[in-house]
Structure formats: C-alpha cells, structure tokens
C-alpha cells in the first residue's frame, strides 16, 4: 500500500519561507512523477508543481513560479517543495502525490499539511 508522508508546515509571515518534504513508501510501481497540489478554504484543490522523476524536470503553476522550487532525491524515495516570497493567498492546505509509470495520473495522495500565511 502506498503511503506519503508530508511534513514541514506551520505558521510563516508573508515574504518568508518554508520548505514541505514528502517521503513515499510501499510503492509496487516505478515513478512517473510526484507532485504538490493545494486546497483553500471554501476552494477546490489546485497544482502547484510536479517533477518528473526520471529527468527531473518540474513543471509549476503561473502562481508560484519563480518563487517555489520542487526537488527530488530518487534514493530516498523523497520529493521537496520549497517556497520561498510567500504570500498570505498561498494559505492552504498542501498534498503531496504520486503516479505510476503505468496510469501516469496522480492516484495516491498524501493527509496534508497546513501552511498558514500571516500578512
């Protein structure tokens, strides 16, 4: 059963950092790609980046360009998001999640964790 673990959200003044770390366990399937998405409050759940696992290569929303970095370390199974410049509208909650080479879909999701935003 595949399992993602997030972990680095909390509270950060608008302009700060943070940096969100996924770990992912009990994959049967090779990675296509992992990714971060986020929900709002009273919103649906958008993306915000992925990378594609064999080459690296990331892909961003327009609302996060330029200020997020996603990273990934294919030994540990790992993928990282650093947000840097943030503001208050980036306020949410974020999940991380996985696709198989197979679907090439995002099927797994990890609990989520709150990023809160202070202006």
């Known amino acids: 059963q595949v399992q993602l673990v997030e972990s680095g959200g909390g509270l950060v003044q608008a302009g700060g950092s943070l940096r969100l770390s996924c770990a992912a366990s009990?994959?049967?399937?090779?990675?296509?790609?992992m990714g971060w998405f986020r929900q709002a409050p009273g919103k649906k759940r958008e993306f915000v980046a992925q990378i594609i696992w064999s080459d690296g290569l990331p892909h961003y929303a327009d609302s996060v360009k330029g200020r997020f970095t996603i990273s990934r370390d294919n030994a540990k199974n790992t993928v990282d998001l650093q947000m840097n410049s943030l503001k208050f509208e980036d306020t949410a909650v974020y999940f991380c999640?996985?696709?198989?080479?197979?679907?090439?879909?995002?099927?797994?999701w990890g609990q989520g964790t709150q990023v809160t935003v202070s202006s």
């Open positions: 999640t996985i696709a198989g080479t197979t679907s090439r879909s995002f099927d797994y």
């Open positions: 009990g994959r049967t399937f090779r990675t296509y790609a």
